[in-house]
C-alpha cells in the first residue's frame, strides 16, 4: 500500500505547523545542488542498480535527514562514505530527506544506574506476540492490564520517551524483564527501564525500525536465560538481538528484491519464526521503470540460528507482458505483499495471512484474500480471495496516469489489518478480516468459505479498516478509516463513516456505531477523524488512538467514550528536552499493564500529522516510580 502522500510529502510538511521536537527538523532548506551532485556521484552507483541489497531511492526518500545522516556518519554506510567529508554527508542527507538535519534537542534518554540497569529474570514476557495472544484477538485480561473501568479516568502521565531523527512512531514495544523495548525512525532500538525511562542499552538497525518488537519467552528465574528479540526495518533486514545485553544474535535479508521492506511484527511459535514480507516497489511512478517484479511471501525460520525452514510466495513468478508506452518493459504478476501480522491457529496448524494488492497486470488469485498456511511446510491450505483484478500502483495517481499504472486499474483495496482468529461463546472458531474496502469478513478456517460479509466503512485508498481490530468475547471491535477527502477518483455509493464500530463476530450484525467527527481537528495540518492504527481492549473497554491525535477509550458495550486524552502537544521528556506527539496511525496499539497505558504517537506518513514521542501512563497518583534525571 502506498499513498498520494509519497508524492508530495515533501511539499507538505514543508508547510506544516510545528508538531515536531524541533524546527529544524520540519523546514526544507532551498534545493541543494551539493547534495544531489554528491549522492549521484558517490550513492547513486549502488541504491540505482539495487547493489548489495542496497535500498532503491524511493525507501532512502522515506527515511528523515536525520536518520540517513546518521547511518553516514554512525550507521551501517560509515564505511562506504568515509571519504565524503561532513559537509557532503550532511548535503545528501537533506537532499534525499527533504529537510534540514534537526538539531540534537537532547533527546537520549539518560542512562540507567543501579538497580534501574538491572534485567529483571523474575518477570518473563509480557506478552509474546504483536496481537496480545497468537490469535490477534488484541485483548488484554482485566487481571494483567491492572486498568478497570474502576481507574481509567485516573490515568496520568509518568514519562515520555522523544525518539530522536524522527517524525513518526510505528513500532509497538514489549515488555520484558521490567523493560520496556521499542524501535524508532532513525534505527535505534531503546531498552527502556520501564518504571522511569531510563535507558539500559540501545542498538543501532540499518534504517527505520517500523515493526513491533517481539520477545521470546523464557522460565521465571531462569538466570541463564538470553532471550531474543526480534523486528524489521524499512530496508528489509531482520534481526534477532539477545535482550538482556543489546548484542546482535544474527540478522537476515528475507527477500534480494531491491524494494523489500518490513511492516509487520513477526510472529514466535516455539522455536520458529514466521516473518511476513512487504514492498516498496508499488511507487512505480519513473515511467521508465521496469514495473514489476516483487511478490509477496511469509518465511519461516529457526529462531535460535537464522536458518530458513521455508518460504511461500503469494504469487507465480514475473514474467515479461510487453512494454509501457516509454518503451520499459512490464512485467507481472507481482505485489500482494504482506504487511500485517498472520495469526496463528495451533488446533490446525495454520498460519493466517492477508495480502495486498497486485502492483501490475496480469491479476493473480491470491492478492487481496486472506491466506491459510501450513505451518511446519508453508503450503497454501486454502485461500479467500475478496476482490479479485486488484492491480494497482501509484502511476495511476498521476494526472494523466503514468505508463505504469494497469491498463484495468484496482481500487488498492489490500488487507492492511491483520487477520484475527476467534472462538465464540458458542464453540464456533471464525477467522475475522478487515479490508480497505470497509468490508469486515467472517470466515471458516477449515474451509475458507464465506460465512459472514458486513460493509462497516466507505472504503478507499485511505479508508476501511486499515491495521488491526479487536475481539472481546462475542464482540468484534472495528475502527474505520475513511477520510472525509477522497484520495482516489472512484465512486462510492456510501459517505466517509471513520469512528469505531462493534460487531456481533457470528453473524456480523452490528451491536452499536460511534462515527467520530471532524471537532478534534479544529485548526490542525493533516488532521482528520479516523482510526488507523491498531486497538486493545480490556475490561470491558475499548482503547484507540485516532488521526486527530485524541487516544478514546470507548465503553464496550454501548460506543461511550468514558476517557480520553490530547497527545497532538509537547511533553517534557526523560532526556531533558521537549517531543510532540501527533496522529496516532499503524501498527502500534495501546498497551495496558499491571495498571500502566504505553502508547507511541506520531506519524509523518500518508499526510497525517507527525509525531516523535511515547507516552507512559500510570493510574491513581503518581508512580512510586521517580522518572530518571540525567546524570
Known amino acids: 500500500m502506498i499513498h ?19 524546527d529544524a527538523a520540519t523546514t526544507t532548506p532551498a534545493p541543494n545542488p551539493r547534495g544531489e551532485a554528491a549522492y549521484h556521484s558517490v550513492c547513486a552507483q549502488c541504491h540505482e542498480q539495487a547493489i548489495g541489497h542496497a535500498p532503491a531511492p524511493s525507501i532512502l526518500r522515506m527515511m528523515s535527514a536525520g536518520a540517513i545522516y546518521k547511518a553516514l556518519t554512525e550507521g551501517i554506510m560509515k564505511v562506504p562514505s568515509a571519504g565524503m567529508s561532513d559537509a557532503d554527508k550532511r548535503a545528501v542527507a537533506e537532499y534525499l530527506g527533504g529537510a534540514a538535519v534537526a538539531r540534537d534537542v537532547g533527546l537520549a534518554p ?17 506478552f509474546t506476540d504483536w496481537g496480545f495472544d497468537l490469535g490477534n484477538r488484541h485483548n488484554i485480561p482485566a487481571r494483567v492490564s491492572g486498568v478497570t473501568r474502576a481507574n481509567v479516568t485516573s490515568l496520568k502521565l509518568n514519562w515520555a520517551l522523544g525518539f530522536p531523527n524522527a517524525l513518526r512512531a510505528r513500532s509497538q514495544p514489549a515488555l520484558a524483564g521490567g523493560g520496556l523495548y521499542v524501535g524508532s525512525q532513525d534505527g535505534s532500538v531503546f531498552a527502556l527501564d520501564r518504571a522511569s525511562g531510563c535507558q539500559r542499552w540501545v542498538y543501532h538497525a540499518a534504517a ?16 541463564a536465560a538470553h532471550p531474543l528479540a526480534y523486528f524489521g526495518d524499512l530496508v528489509g533486514k531482520l534481526y534477532a538481538i539477545d535482550i538482556v ?66 518460504q511461500t510466495f503469494m504469487t507465480p513468478p514475473a514474467t515479461r507482458q510487453g512494454v509501457n508506452a516509454v518503451g520499459a518493459a512490464q512485467y507481472g504478476p507481482s505485489g500482494a505483499a504482506l504487511w500485517n501480522t498472520p495469526a496463528v491457529d495451533a488446533k490446525r496448524g495454520l498460519l493466517y495471512i492477508g495480502t495486498g494488492d497486485n502492483y501490475s497486470e496480469p491479476a493473480s488469485s491470491m492478492s487481496d484474500a486472506i491466506v491459510a498456511l501450513d505451518m ?63 468490508e469486515v469478513y467472517g470466515i471458516d478456517p477449515d474451509k475458507g468459505t464465506l460465512i459472514w460479509k458486513t460493509r462497516v466503512g466507505r472504503g478507499g485508498n485511505h479508508g476501511g479498516v486499515y491495521f488491526g481490530m479487536a475481539v472481546d468475547g462475542d464482540t468484534l471491535f472495528v475502527p474505520i478509516s475513511d477520510s472525509p477527502v477522497s484520495h482516489d477518483d472512484l465512486s462510492y455509493d456510501r459517505p466517509p463513516a471513520p469512528g469505531m464500530y462493534a460487531l456481533d463476530l457470528r453473524t456480523g450484525a452490528f451491536r452499536w456505531k460511534a462515527p467520530n467527527n471532524e471537532g478534534a481537528c479544529k485548526g490542525r495540518f493533516a488532521c482528520d477523524p479516523g482510526l488507523a492504527s ?24 454501548s460506543g461511550k467514550i468514558v476517557w480520553r486524552f490530547d497527545t497532538a502537544r509537547r511533553f517534557k521528556t526523560v532526556g531533558g528536552g521537549e517531543a510532540a ?51
Open 534 to 557: 491498531a486497538i486493545m481492549t480490556t475490561s470491558g473497554l475499548v482503547f484507540a488512538g485516532s488521526i486527530d491525535g485524541w487516544l478514546r477509550v470507548y465503553d464496550g458495550a
Open 208 to 223: 527505520e525500525v517500523r515493526t513491533g518488537i517481539v520477545v521470546a519467552p523464557w522460565t521465571k528465574g531462569d538466570r
Open 376 to 438: 511446519k511446510t508453508g503450503a497454501i491450505r486454502w485461500a479467500y480471495q475478496a476482490r479479485p483484478g486488484d492491480a494497482w500502483n501509484t502511476a495511476c495517481f498521476q494526472a494523466p496516469k503514468g505508463p505504469n499504472c494497469p491498463s484495468q486499474e484496482g481500487p488498492d483495496f489490500d488487507f492492511g489489518a491483520a487477520p484475527v482468529l476467534a472462538t465464540a461463546r458458542d464453540g464456533r472458531d471464525l477467522v475475522l478480516a478487515g479490508q480497505k474496502s470497509g
Open 4 to 22: 498520494r502522500a509519497l508524492l508530495a510529502a515533501v511539499a507538505a510538511l514543508a508547510s506544516a505547523p510545528v508538531f515536531a521536537v524541533d
Open 245 to 310: 545485553t543489546g548484542r546482535l544474535a544474527w540478522s537476515d535479508h528475507p527477500d534480494t528484491h531491491p524494494s523489500t521492506t518490513l511492516t509487520a511484527a513477526p510472529v514466535l511459535v516455539g522455536n520458529r519464526l514466521f516473518v511476513p514480507v512487504s514492498s516498496l516497489e508499488e511507487a512505480a511512478i519513473d515511467p521508465h521503470y521496469v514495473c514489476c517484479t516483487f511478490r509477496g511471501s511469509m518465511i519461516a525460520y529457526d529462531a535460535r540460528t537464522g536458518k530458513h525452514l521455508w
Open 581 to 631: 506527539g501527533g496522529s496516532m496511525a499503524g501498527a502500534p496499539a495501546p498497551i495496558a499493564y499491571d495498571g500502566a497505558l504505553v502508547l507511541a504517537s506520531g506519524y509523518d506518513f500518508a499526510s497525517k500529522m507527525p509525531g516523535n514521542v511515547l507516552l507512559v501512563f500510570q493510574t491513581g497518583t503518581a508512580s512510586q516510580a521517580k522518572p530518571a534525571v540525567r546524570h
Open 110 to 126: 539518560p542512562p540507567c544506574r543501579g538497580r534501574q540497569a538491572a534485567f529483571d529474570y523474575d518477570e518473563p514476557t509480557v
